[in-house]
C-alpha cells in the first residue's frame, strides 16, 4: 500500500510541476507548489489507507470471532 500511496503522490507532482509551468509560475514556486501538492496528496492517501486497512481488519476480526463461535458451538439470540 505504502508503494501505491508514493506512486500516486509523485505522480500528481510531476503533473503540477507541468500544470504550473503552464501557468508560467517562477521555477522557484512552481517546485514549492508541486511539492504542497505532493505532500498533501500523499498525506490524505495514507490517511484513507489507514482507514480502510483498519476497517478490513475490524470486519475480519467479527468474522473470524461469529466462525469460531459457531464452530464452538455457542449461540448467539440477539
Known sequence: M???VMLI????FFL???FFSQRDF???EIFLR???V????ALL?????IVFIKSINKASIKRSKEVLDNTAGITNNE
Open 26 to 28: 517562477p521555477l522557484q
Open 16 to 18: 503540477s510541476i507541468i
Open 9 to 12: 503522490s509523485s505522480l500528481s
Open 34 to 36: 508541486s511539492f504542497a
Open 45 to 49: 492517501l495514507g490517511i484513507i489507507t
Open 2 to 4: 505504502n508503494k501505491i
Open 38 to 41: 505532493f505532500i498533501t496528496i
